[in-house]
């Protein structure tokens, strides 16, 4: 699965958001610090973010079968009301940018990205 790239134009994540995205996905293995993240990693920060968002709301509809989701924290849910405001329509597959004000991310989409981008 690959994700989308974004220009330095288009990354609106601070590093600081960046940052608390990959903590959210990784945990403690995120292995940086704020300053220490590159457009590279603010860019991947931020399609790891809304690939999240765009698969979870393409499963959508099988929500009964997939009844756990992982609530995004407080910080997360913060960047992704941020995000939707600067969100080009064309960033989002199934979800449109006003779908990530209350986005929902799926446990098991989280935990796939976590295995797929870990290394």
Do not use: C
Not at 15 to 38: I, S, T
Not at 46 to 56: G, T
Not at 83 to 107: C, F, G, S, V
């Amino acid at each position: 699965m690959a994700l989308r790239k974004f220009n330095a134009d288009e990354i609106v994540l601070t590093n600081q958001e960046a940052w608390q995205v990959l903590v959210y996905f990784f945990g403690g293995n995120a292995g940086a610090y704020p300053g220490w993240l590159n457009d590279n990693d603010r860019s991947f920060a931020q399609a790891l973010l809304l690939e999240a968002v765009d698969k979870s709301y393409a499963m959508s509809w099988v929500q009964t079968l997939f009844e756990s989701s992982a609530s995004p924290n407080a910080s997360v849910k913060g960047i992704l009301k941020s995000l939707a405001k600067k969100a080009a329509k064309d960033w989002l597959h199934q979800a449109k940018p006003t779908d990530l004000e209350n986005a929902k991310i799926y446990l098991s989409v989280k935990n796939r990205l976590t295995l797929n981008w870990r290394s």
